[in-house]
């Protein structure tokens, strides 16, 4: 098996040992839809009970879905990885009925931290929300080598 090859089942493994065991990513419907090293694309619809009084998508509800893609992301590489900080810019209003995708990439990696920028959009292709999120890594693994 090549490298890359070695490095996606590896990413594709840790992203179903942690689905798993994500509760609260169960419980609000996401799905993973792909994920690799340094990368993943999740998607969730947006149901009545996740929306506010304007009759909008709750925020939370779009943060968490960010979050989840970037807890996959920086997991990716099978290095226990948290979240250090984060923060969103909400572009424009998603309804009950959408089905949003976020989508997170590395921007920057190092030996204990990395930023992640997570673009969330619904099923048109318009921009919903952006996220960063800066990760440290801690000790351990989160599934064992092969």
């Not at 996606?8 to 996401?30: H, I, K, N, Y």
């Not at 947006?46 to 989840?68: K, P, W």
């Amino acid at each position: 098996m090549s490298d890359d090859a070695a490095a996606a089942a590896r990413a594709a493994r840790v992203a179903a040992t942690m689905f798993e065991r994500d509760r609260a990513s169960q419980a609000l419907g996401m799905r993973i839809i792909a994920v690799g090293p340094g990368w993943a694309r999740l998607v969730m619809r947006v149901r009545a009970d996740m929306v506010n009084g304007h009759g909008l998508c709750h925020g939370g509800m779009v943060f968490a879905l960010a979050d989840s893609a970037f807890a996959f992301a920086c997991n990716s590489y099978n290095e226990a990885t948290v979240a250090a900080a984060a923060s969103i810019d909400y572009l424009a209003a998603a309804r009950e009925g959408d089905e949003l995708t976020a989508a997170a990439a590395e921007l920057w990696r190092s030996r204990r931290s990395g930023l992640y920028e997570i673009t969330i959009a619904n099923q048109r292709g318009e921009r919903i929300a952006l996220f960063r999120g800066r990760s440290h890594r801690l000790d351990g693994r989160v599934v064992d080598e092969e």
